[in-house]
């Protein structure tokens, strides 16, 4: 995660304060280390700060990404998830059976940005979710097939 102190000083060139709210999201943010929903941030905010709004976690969400230090992803159809903004471009992988997200390498990604910079434009964000079973559902449902298909053996 970016320090505090750093993000103090960008969101003050930008015109902006680290108000309390702001700052209990970002570390509810870093200390979940996740894909969150805005509901799922706000009961984490509201916890450690009692009475805060739900329309005030939206608003500093929305303003947090737009100041890149937040990554908007929409994985599915789950809606929309935050995470703290990584240097490093990712993908995702989400699960449809289980929900699972995990990071994709950012190998193959980082050629992608690499090609269209060598163009001559600027990748403000590259976004890639693929959606499929993880191997864990993917194992249990195989066997379950196993299990289900298996001819009856002598005695049986």
Same mark, same amino acid.
């Given at each position: ?77 789950? +809606? ?57 559902? +993917? ?18």
């Amino acid at each position: 995660m970016t320090s505090l102190p750093h993000l103090h000083r960008l969101l003050r060139r930008r015109g902006y304060r680290l108000t309390p709210q702001r700052r209990v999201i970002l570390q509810v943010l870093n200390s979940l280390d996740g894909h969150l929903t805005v509901e799922h941030i706000h009961r984490a905010v509201a916890e450690r700060l009692p009475g805060v709004d739900l329309s005030t976690v939206y608003r500093a969400v929305r303003l947090l990404s737009r100041l890149g230090v937040l990554d908007r992803h929409e994985l599915a159809e789950g +809606g929309a998830v935050y995470e703290l903004h990584r240097e490093a471009c990712h993908g995702h992988f989400v699960c449809e059976q289980c929900g699972q997200v995990l990071h994709l390498e950012s190998g193959p990604l980082e050629a992608v940005r690499h090609a269209v910079r060598h163009v001559g434009t600027t990748v403000r964000k590259l976004s890639v979710t693929v959606v499929g079973t993880c191997a864990r559902c +993917g194992q249990s449902r195989t066997g379950t097939r196993r299990t289900r298909a298996a001819p009856a053996g002598p005695g049986r």
